[in-house]
């Protein structure tokens, strides 16, 4: 128990002294179900950024029967959400910065991307790149 604890304190110690930037999610507590839709999308654009890394883990981020970009796409850009997502029942939509990779300071393009809740998990359903 004291074991996670101090885990636990050491991500939020993290996250909240990071690099000037704000965190892309609140902490997680608990089970990411538990959370909001909100929380729970953001934890999925996380994952997101780390498939890149494992292009393996890729198709587990997408709906049933869609494709993801191929990772060398998705690898020219720096992605980002912008603002919170907006959520209507089993769907919801968050507007997505791209910027290129080399200069992640200056956005090229915004895209409005589409996610679907499949069992108790969001899933990207329509992810359009630059």
Known sequence: ????????????VGLLG??????SAPPV???P????????ISL????????????????KLFAKGVTPPPVA????????PSGQPSVSGDTATLSIL???EEDPSKTIA??????????????IKDAPLP
Not at 6 to 12: A, K, R, S
Not at 33 to 40: H, I, L, R
């Open 1 to 12: 128990m004291r074991a996670k604890l101090g885990l636990t304190m050491l991500v939020l």
């Open 18 to 23: 990071g690099c000037g930037e704000q965190p």
């Open 29 to 31: 507590v608990g089970k």
């Open 33 to 40: 179900e538990d959370q909001t839709p909100a929380v729970q």
């Open 44 to 59: 999925m654009m996380d994952e997101l950024r780390e498939a890149m890394d494992r292009p393996t883990q890729l198709p």
């Open 73 to 80: 796409q998705l690898r020219r850009y720096d992605i980002r």
């Open 98 to 100: 791209f910027a290129k």
């Open 110 to 123: 915004q895209k409005n991307w589409t996610f679907v809740q499949e069992g108790k998990a969001w899933k």
